[in-house]
């Protein structure tokens, strides 16, 4: 009996899969990896597959599990990316390549091409893979693939080790759909969301093509006006911003009266950010309500999404701001702050046409929810590292950030002997490197500072000031607190030893946030509904969700990460088949709930 899907036209059926005989489904996976039958076969001890989702990780799990010298025949298996096409390419590289337009490369990109190749084989001594049909699935550009290939060089072995075979499993991940006649749609869609909402960037980046979406600013403002058309147009019932420019969709459920489930996530970015941290948590949502309109279904539960202003806390101390909002934490003094200009929050809220009054409205009754559900992008490489999509957030790490001032005395660098010096620089190199190794101590918890200044500074000057940032994270709020105790304790000993004064502010305090056990299980049954093994796992980033955590049960779902889940980087990304699982996920989540 041939394979139905060898004409792919023909539907994919999982029965035939999992009740045809070996050889036969061993012929129809033939090619998914290259020149590499071993996977599929090591694969097919593990049926039934559950899913196609199931068979892609079973088939990189295989790989996973096999020793390294397998792994390396396997990425040494694959041809070398070339400009034109050559002999011995199977199938499914000419069309791969031919996809990626690397058959039109210039002359000069054909060089280019050849030579970094020859540079990356002498550094790794295996071949450089990348999935040329991209996170999308349509085909990245030659330039894109030579930008790649330059930054790639710069990895470590181990990491490029990886990566390669990351790459191997995305181009495996293409194939099957081809080969099931399947695409990974809406998640296509979705992934297409990100990459328009981030045509708006703050000046200063947006020149670079560089995203950093800060508070209420222009491009801020142009992306809730994005935000408020594309949940129009995905069908939402009710579509408004509120007084702190939350972008506020609700699709009702189909008895008035019944409750809402509450999700969402943020908007703005850090700087020079990712495209899809905090919006991925707001798509997703927008096309399972798209979904349901199309299909003019109604659930027992509504779903109100709430794309969140501001969660960075960039253009102002205050952070989580807007969710704060809607637990009625939203303090007051905080429409005092200034930002880097001077400008108060107050000042751009008015600027903005919103109106601060309106603010304690915002506030949420708990007893209108089922729950907070957020689904985000990991922002860590566990995911990517276990061929994951999906994983199950078990708790939000607790976090707190302070401002310090470290002051010494400005001094001249030539004639200020080093013993008499007051240098604010080199005490707070002292105690970053404790606090470096303080928080590594735990093994699980975290320090970072991530901004560092001398105003006024001059080469020529012993520094006076030092001014920095302090960002400490842990599972739980009794380790969180022992480790801040004792970095701040070292921050008073090297000033008082080095005869310095400092100031610190705290500047935002949240609360290690567990999962609510009936929605985290919700999320389980989920991703075993998709086939997927349950991997649990604490967020290492803070989340909107840590404060609805304050007054609704709450849950989150993480989707994998691509470059081994970098982000708050341009390099974050996803895929088109990651967001389809997601969204594939919430919508089971929703029909979950009987109410
Ligand atoms: O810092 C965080 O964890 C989050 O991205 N705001
Ligand atoms: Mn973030
Ligand atoms: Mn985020």
Redesign the pocket.
Known sequence: MTPPHTDTRAPFTLEWLNRTDDALVLQWLDGVYEHSLWVAQAALAHRPFRSLAHLKWVLADSVAQAGHEQQLALIKAHPMLAAKPVSGLTTESQTEQRLAGLWQATAAQSRQLQDLNRTYLQSFGWPFIIAVRGPRGLGLTPQAILQELERRLEASPSDEFAECLRQIHRIAETRLNDKCGTRPEPGGEVWDWHQWLARFSDPGFAEKGELSVSYLTAAHQACAQTLVLGMRACGFDEVFVDAVGNVVGRYHPARPGAKYVLTGSHYDTVRNGGKY?GRLGIFVPMACVRELVRKGKRLQAGLEVVAFAE??GQRYKATFLASSALTGEFRQEWLDQLDADGVSMHEAMRRAGLNPADIPAIQRDPSHYLGFVEVHIEQGPVLNSLNLPLGIVTSINGSLRYLIDITGTASHAGTSPMHQRRDAVAAFAEWAVYAEERARADGNSVATVGMLNVPQGSINVVPGLCRCSLDLRAPFDAQRDAMAQDILKKLQTVCEQRGLQWQIEETVRAAAAPSDPGLQQRWEKTVTEIGLPVHRMPSG??HDAMKLHNILPQAMLFVRGENQGISHNPLECTTADDLQLAIHALLLLMHSFIC
């Open positions: 941290d969660e960075e980033a803070g």
